[in-house]
């Protein structure tokens, strides 16, 4: 069973359009993250969720909107996409209430805006 | 606010020598320090994490760490590795107060292990 879970693996899109990735986990977390890497492999969070509020958001454009309809789904929407949008999102969740606990990541989404 | 600095983008080894990948940290409040390795189009993976206790760590894959609070350190570390160790390394750094999920991650460094 797959722990944390995102669709697509990979995504390809013209600017200015507006896509959306999928994130499941089934780990029973109650918080879920969305974390950016891009093409030097820097990764940097953007957002985080705890018991589906948002209680992290970093300095991310407003065209990115996370949402978040249960503790078990994270999904991001991106709108007018930017070539500079292009990266991999990977998405995370871990048990909030434990210290120390580590976040458990997604495969990734490779988006690539053309 | 934390800060984590990775000293080597690249290191290249050869198979069965010995690796040490170097993370440094800076925090004003006490942190929990992670290792993560990223393979090839993969995610990341816990490799180990220091919380307290015992300051060398063992982890998976046969790797370990070492916390000197002193020089404010977490150094990996495996005696001999693997062609299948080449990947991304990331140290990553939380403070005691906050989820651990939301850390700081280091630059990366990418180790290649040559036959």
């Known amino acids: 069973d797959t722990a944390v879970s995102q669709t697509p693996k990979y995504l390809v899109t013209q600017m200015g359009n507006d896509k959306s990735i999928k994130c499941e986990q089934n780990l029973g977390h109650d918080t879920m993250y969305w974390y950016k890497q891009d093409s030097k492999k820097f990764l940097k969070i953007m957002f985080s969720y705890n018991n589906k509020e948002l209680i992290i958001n970093e300095t991310v454009p407003n065209r990115f909107s996370p949402k978040s309809p249960d503790k078990a789904h994270l999904n991001l929407h991106i709108n007018s996409l930017e070539l500079g949008d292009s990266a991999v999102y990977f998405c995370?969740?871990?048990?909030?209430?434990?210290?120390?606990?580590?976040?458990?990541f997604g495969q990734g989404t490779r988006l690539t805006v053309v | 606010a934390q800060s984590v600095t990775q000293l080597d983008s690249q290191v290249p080894v050869f198979e069965e020598a010995p690796v040490e990948l170097r993370c440094n940290y800076s925090?004003?409040?006490?942190?929990?320090l992670f290792w993560y390795v990223q393979y090839p189009n993969q995610g990341l993976q816990l490799l180990l994490k220091y919380l307290s206790g015992s300051t060398l760590v063992k982890g998976i894959n046969g790797f370990e760490a070492e916390f000197n609070k002193s020089q404010t350190s977490f150094h990996l570390r495996k005696p001999s590795v693997h062609i299948s160790d080449t990947a991304e390394y990331f140290c990553a750094v939380s403070d005691r107060y906050t989820n651990a999920g939301k850390s700081t991650f280091g630059d990366g460094t990418t180790l290649t292990v040559k036959p």
């Open positions: 925090s004003s409040v006490s942190v929990y």
């Open positions: 995370a969740s871990s048990q909030g209430t434990g210290r120390g606990t580590e976040a458990f």
